[in-house]
Nanobody, 113 residues
Framework: QVQVAESGGGLVQAGGSLRLSCAAS????????MTWYRQPPGKQRELVAG?????ATNYADSVKGRFTISRNGAKAYLEMNSLKPEDTAVFYC?????????WGQGTQVTVSS
């Protein structure tokens, strides 16, 4: 069993920055890709950024140039700069391991205007 925990969310003013962390623990045989998603209020969950074991990254168009994903083993980070009110959402980390995908409980990010 794999546990995923996110941290680093909070309240920030527009234009500010936050750094989210994701840590996978438990019976980990092989961690694959680690991906950040977000779910804005009243909307569906959407992909924000992902990173493979080899370090290849992909980003949603809405965050390119503002967000940076990185990882160190079973930990992933999301550096968020120039935050906008529309970035307000619950941010989730997903971790692939073998044929399964594990999710954390999410961390709230609120950007005030």
């Amino acid at each position: 069993q794999v546990q995923v925990a996110e941290s680093g969310g909070g309240l920030v003013q527009a234009g500010g920055s936050l750094r989210l962390s994701c840590a996978a623990s438990g019976t980990i045989y092989a961690i694959g890709s680690m991906t950040w998603y977000r779910q804005p209020p009243g909307k569906q969950r959407e992909l924000v950024a992902g990173i493979t074991t080899g370090g290849a990254t992909n980003y949603a168009d809405s965050v390119k140039g503002r967000f940076t994903i990185s990882r160190n083993g079973a930990k992933a980070y999301l550096e968020m700069n120039s935050l906008k009110p529309e970035d307000t959402a619950v941010f989730y980390c997903s971790v692939s391991s073998g044929q399964r995908v594990y999710w954390g409980q999410g961390t709230q990010v609120t950007v005030s205007s």
